[in-house]
T-cell receptor
Framework: AQSVTQPDIHITVSEGASLELRCNYSYGATPYLFWYVQSPGQGLQLLLKYFSGDTLVQGIKGFEAEFKRSQSSFNLRKPSVHWSDAAEYFCAGGYNKLIFGAGTRLAVHP | DAGVIQSPRHEVTEMGQEVTLRCKPISGHNSLFWYRQTMMRGLELLIYFNNNVPIDDSGMPEDRFSAKMPNASFSTLKIQPSEPRDSAVYFC????????????FGSGTRLTVV
């Protein structure tokens, strides 16, 4: 079955530290892949997307993600986290409709 | 552009009542999606439309749920009769094509059925 898995439910990092959020997908072929961010009480905002080509994609707010076909992964990274990055992050994938992972809630310590 | 507009933002209703959620997609977007978000089940796709035509409603929980898209600028999700387990945040999203450009989400409708 097609699925998107985010293994980490909750992550806490210190402000200024680096961040990596994990995402794995299970599809017959490489789907379109996305990362979204959701702040409390808000809708989801698109951070970045991958279709094909360069496996390292840049997004908004200083985020990037790397697609690794061999690992069926699309991990989100940021070199230095800011307190305002505290939110819930969703990985999503699909061909004609998006399936979302369960989300990773990020807390940032000052 | 005002983005995807959902109304109401909050809805509290009694069990057994009919509830109608509304969505106005971004002008020019030809695909519209309804998602439900709960703590237990995360984000679930309920139904999506392409060019106003329902394409996949396999996520609609049961016959109490129905969705329509009478034109390119308006969609409704109706629950009749509502039950407490329908309490959730319901999101509408739209996109230029079905997936390619990603979805733009509305702010959601928080539904509470008491």
């Amino acid at each position: 079955a097609q699925s998107v898995t985010q293994p980490d439910i909750h992550i806490t990092v210190s402000e200024g530290a680096s961040l990596e959020l994990r995402c794995n997908y299970s599809y017959g072929a490489t789907p379109y892949l996305f990362w979204y961010v959701q702040s409390p009480g808000q809708g989801l905002q698109l951070l970045l997307k991958y279709f094909s080509g360069d496996t390292l994609v840049q997004g908004i707010k200083g985020f990037e993600a790397e697609f690794k076909r061999s690992q069926s992964s699309f991990n989100l990274r940021k070199p230095s986290v800011h307190w305002s990055d505290a939110a819930e992050y969703f990985c999503a994938g699909g061909y004609n409709k998006l399936i979302f992972g369960a989300g990773t809630r990020l807390a940032v310590h000052p | 552009d005002a983005g995807v507009i959902q109304s109401p933002r909050h809805e509290v209703t009694e069990m057994g009542q009919e509830v109608t959620l509304r969505c106005k997609p971004i002008s020019g977007h030809n695909s519209l999606f309804w998602y439900r978000q709960t703590m237990m089940r995360g984000l679930e796709l309920l139904i999506y439309f392409n060019n106003n035509v329902p394409i996949d409603d396999s996520g609609m929980p049961e016959d109490r749920f129905s969705a329509k898209m009478p034109n390119a600028s308006f969609s409704t999700l109706k629950i009749q009769p509502s039950e407490p387990r329908d309490s959730a945040v319901y999101f509408c999203a739209s996109s230029l094509e079905v997936v390619d450009y990603g979805y733009t989400f509305g702010s959601g409708t928080r539904l509470t059925v008491v």
